[in-house]
């Protein structure tokens, strides 16, 4: 028998994504830089995480923070230089941690020179770098396209008489992909990276690379309804998800590859038997297409055990599967679901079989802060307001301490933060029963822990309210309670060994013959006894 490889740092390891408006100020701004996140590194190794991924720190007007990229091979002066980028690199790989930037390729800044040389003539010759089209019959857009943010996907431009096409922001022009030129100064520019010792990439919405080329109208929305965004009246089919970006990808890949054990992890908000494709053709797509199925998943034991046991199935063969608990679009998980079942969560998210992402200030519970309606920052909610679009609550500064602005800045930071004292990291790391101590925990259990950390998935049960599985490495495995109500429980435990961790650590459980009394929202791993 063969002996099986070791698996690759992005299988076994666990991802941290930072926002790095968000994280540290060392400059005292208001706004977080990559100094301060290298001043952060000792925490995130204390943490126990394998790679940070940053969102972007490109060059920027900020119109939506970041992702509107002006230049692709230089750092905002905002989070500090390419100097500082590769003190960051240095700094962390010297701590054995792995770097991710997120590269941004469907569009660019409408500020970024390639835009501006596009639209300046109809004849420039970047001009099809991205979609310009004619009006349609009647006047006006040339198809019903709604952009994600709200209004058409079409913007006029006086100057040159045509649209062009954005599937996000009018400040953010969609590159056209079907350009070989796009796609090789685009290419130039995960070289650039890679060379400077970056380890990986998150690509920003894969899917919405290549629209069909047809610019047919989209067809209704057959589950909207009435109150609902009116950016959700279509069904976006005609805009995303096209078979060219497979190619597209495969050429990312390759690049990848070339560097050596380099990720690729790409963003793709579809439903998952879609989202499996991005593996590609012979798993040479994404290594990670993201899976963020946990996000909207109502918390029932029975839902999530449906999920996990679909997810495992669509995976192709050989292709190794991830996890994402929240991120800074959607609300946090502590919020979603309360901060006492915000633990059993973090303990499912950290003993599923896949990599896990980790989104920063989850590991203490930072809930979604309310936004007074004059601080709203973001152009999503500024343009479609007050359908919960708004990403500003889950992008608040994080809490280092309970000093005044939590230690992340001697000045008023961007975003408003939650009240530091009753939450910050400092407090947590002296409480054995805190967020951060269990988040840790987990952590270090999942990396000491082959059945965690590359062992098989099997379900259990799904019974009421409890959630059980095992995970299994050779002769090592461990089954994983959850108890996801806000009642205890009674559940059987059959073939359990030793408790290894709980997430509410106390007084030993109660058993009756077979049954354990699982505590509110409680989560346990057990060793499974070797003769079971
Ligand atoms: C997805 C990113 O996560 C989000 O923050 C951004 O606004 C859009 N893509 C557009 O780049």
Redesign the pocket.
């Known amino acids: 028998m063969t002996a099986k490889a070791e698996p690759a740092w992005w299988q076994s390891g666990i991802v941290y994504q930072i926002y790095p408006r968000s994280f540290q100020d060392a400059n005292n701004d208001g706004i977080g830089d990559l100094a301060g996140i290298i001043a952060r590194l000792d925490y995130l190794v204390w943490l126990g995480v394998d790679a940070l991924w940053l969102s972007p720190v490109y060059p920027s007007p900020m119109v939506?923070f970041g992702?509107d990229v002006s230049n692709y091979v230089d750092i905002d002066p905002i989070f500090g230089s390419l100097d500082d980028f590769t003190r960051l690199i240095d700094a962390a790989h010297g701590r054995g941690l792995k770097v991710i930037m997120d590269f941004?390729p469907?569009?660019t800044s409408e500020a970024h020179p390639w835009f501006m040389d596009s639209r300046s003539c109809r004849t420039s010759a970047k001009r099809d770098w991205y979609i310009w089209r004619d009006a349609g019959p009647g006047g006006g857009p040339p198809n019903n396209w709604l952009s994600e943010f709200g209004g058409s996907a079409w913007t006029y431009d006086e100057a040159t008489g045509q649209y062009y096409y954005h599937a996000?922001l009018p400040q953010?022009p969609d590159l056209n992909w079907r350009n070989p030129d796009v796609r090789a100064a685009m290419q130039e520019v995960l070289h650039f990276w890679f060379k400077r010792g970056v380890d990986g990439f998150r690509i920003?919405?894969v899917h919405h690379l290549y629209e069909v080329t047809t610019f047919v109208d989209n067809p209704p929305n057959p589950d909207f309804k009435p109150g609902m965004a009116p950016t959700l009246a279509l069904d976006r089919r005609n805009q995303y998800d096209q078979p060219e970006l497979h190619t597209t990808l495969a050429g990312f890949r390759r690049i990848a590859d070339s560097y050596g054990e380099r990720v690729l992890i790409g963003?793709i908000y579809l439903p998952l038997e879609r989202i499996v494709t991005y593996y590609g053709a012979d798993l040479m797509g994404v290594h990670l297409p993201f899976n963020f199925h946990l996000i909207g998943a109502p918390w029932k034991a029975k839902i999530l055990a449906d999920l996990i046991t679909r997810y495992e199935a669509l995976l192709p063969p050989g292709a190794w599967p991830n996890w994402v608990l929240g991120?800074?679009?959607r609300a946090r998980i502590a919020s979603r679901i309360g901060p006492e079942a915000a633990r059993a969560a973090t303990m499912l998210l950290l003993t599923l079989r896949g990599t896990p992402t980790l989104y920063y200030g989850d590991e203490i519970g930072m809930t979604d802060v309310a936004i007074p309606p004059e601080k709203v920052q973001d152009p999503w909610e500024l343009r479609v307001p007050g359908f919960g679009f708004g990403?500003d609550p889950v992008r608040t500064p994080m809490a280092w301490t309970g000093e005044p602005h939590g230690g992340f800045s001697l000045c008023a930071p961007w975003l408003p933060l939650h009240d530091t004292r009753a939450l910050n990291v400092a407090d947590q790391q002296t409480r054995p029963d805190s967020m951060l101590t269990l988040t840790r925990a987990l952590i270090a259990l999942r990396r000491e822990e082959p059945a965690l950390n590359r062992g098989s998935y099997g379900l259990i049960a799904a019974r009421g309210d409890v959630l059980v599985y095992e995970r299994r490495h050779g002769a090592r495995a461990v089954m994983v309670l959850l108890n996801l109500a806000a009642a205890p429980v009674y559940t059987p435990i059959d073939g359990a060994g030793a408790l290894l961790l709980s997430t509410h650590p106390g007084d030993a459980h109660e058993r009756v013959g077979a049954l354990v009394c699982l505590r509110p929202h409680e989560g346990i791993i057990v060793e499974i006894s070797r003769e079971a």
């Open positions: 939506d992702y941004v469907n569009h996000y953010q920003d919405t963003e991120n800074h679009d990403r």
